[in-house]
Nanobody
Framework: QVQLVESGGGLVQAGGSLRLSCAAS????????MGWFRQTPGKEREFVAA????????RYADSVKGRFTISRDNTKNTLYLQMNSLKPEDTAVYYC?????????????????WGQGTQVTVSS
């Protein structure tokens, strides 16, 4: 059983920053693609960012490119999302995801393992 646990969400004013963390356990994630999705009520889960095992290949949604940075520490089995210049439209529940893939996916059904989510609220 693979478990993903997010932390670091909270309330922040527009223009502020937050750093999300995802602790992985249950299997070796050194060769897994890992990433972040987000969801607001009434909407589908939206791809945010993902990173391959080597940490040199990343992909970002256009809406966050230039503001968010994804990284991973394979030694600690931990995934991070540094979020800067936050906007009210970034408000959502953010989910950590993982999958034993060789390429980065951008659709929710391409990731088999999901965390419970952490709430990020950005006030204007």
């Amino acid at each position: 059983q693979v478990q993903l646990v997010e932390s670091g969400g909270g309330l922040v004013q527009a223009g502020g920053s937050l750093r999300l963390s995802c602790a992985a356990s249950g299997s070796s994630f050194g060769s897994y693609v890992m990433g972040w999705f987000r969801q607001t009520p009434g909407k589908e889960r939206e791809f945010v960012a993902a990173i391959k095992w080597g940490g040199t290949t990343t992909r970002y949604a256009d809406s966050v490119k230039g503001r968010f940075t994804i990284s991973r520490d394979n030694t600690k089995n931990t995934l991070y999302l540094q979020m800067n210049s936050l906007k009210p439209e970034d408000t959502a529940v953010y989910y950590c995801v993982a999958d034993p893939r060789f390429v980065i996916g951008v659709r929710p059904n391409e990731y088999r393992y999901w965390g419970q989510g952490t709430q990020v609220t950005v006030s204007s």
